[in-house]
């Protein structure tokens, strides 16, 4: 069946550092890829999609691409800021089921120290 | 916002006792779905529903059901609660946009059984 795998964390870092977060996915069909970002004690909050290979999804200077031949959807900011600890989960869905469900992965956590 | 609201938002119960979470929308969503989060394993789908008193399940629904006799709400009942169940409870719709389907997420139930 369908799966993500991610990095592990916890990932830390300074800020203003660069920041990349592996996600990797099986799949039997074409799937849509999202990051979710969760905040401390809050819900989960769509960061950036995409639906189709070579596709970019971009929101709050971070951005992932739809790498078909490597079945990849890394996700990477240039200069993160202590607003942006959180944890961060990759997510697929396979719209060939038409029932739109999600796969996780574990989920990310990141801190980000001033 | 996607107008989705969870109650309670924190329970605290007992073993073997029932306990029911709730899932309203606001905007008439067909899908909707419930995923449990988890330390190590991102978010898992429990059951999910296509319409009213439409429903199937999801990876982990033994222990759990769930009904819909509206569009708007969306009932999950644990029948006999164990401690494996506490776990932070998610509920989420799938919007339709030019881009596909995306999911969002409630703000979450924390659901603590001793």
């Known amino acids: 069946g369908d799966s993500v795998t991610q990095m592990e964390g916890p990932v830390t870092l300074s800020e203003e550092a660069f920041l990349t977060i592996n996600c990797t996915y099986t799949?039997?069909?074409?799937?849509?890829l999202f990051w979710y970002v969760q905040y401390p004690g809050e819900g989960l909050q769509l960061l950036l999609k995409?639906?189709?290979?070579?596709d970019k999804g971009s929101n709050k200077g971070f951005e992932a691409t739809y790498r078909k031949e490597t079945t990849s959807f890394h996700l990477e900011k240039g200069s993160v800021q202590v607003s942006d600890s959180a944890v961060y989960f990759c997510?697929?869905?396979?719209?060939?089921?038409?029932?739109?469900?999600?796969?996780f992965g574990a989920g990310t956590t990141v801190t980000v120290r001033a | 916002d996607a107008g989705i609201t969870q109650s309670p938002r924190h329970k605290v119960t007992e073993t073997g006792t029932p306990v029911t979470l709730r899932c309203h929308q606001t905007?008439?969503?067909?899908?909707m779905y419930w995923y449990r989060q988890d330390p190590g394993h991102g978010l898992r789908l429990i059951h999910y529903?296509?319409?009213?008193?439409?429903?199937d399940k999801g990876e982990v629904s033994d222990g759990y059901s769930v009904s819909r006799s509206k569009t708007e709400d969306f009932l999950l009942t644990l029948e006999s609660a164990t401690s494996s169940q506490t776990s932070v409870y998610f509920c989420?719709?799938?919007?339709?946009?030019?881009?596909?389907?995306?999911?969002?997420f409630g703000p979450g139930t924390r659901l603590l059984v001793l």
């Open positions: 989420a719709i799938s919007e339709a946009s030019g881009s596909g389907e995306t999911q969002y």
């Open positions: 799949a039997t069909g074409y799937p849509s």
């Open positions: 995409a639906t189709k290979a070579d």
């Open positions: 997510a697929l869905s396979d719209p060939g089921f038409g029932d739109y469900k999600l796969s």
């Open positions: 905007e008439n969503h067909r899908y």
């Open positions: 529903s296509y319409g009213v008193k439409d429903t």
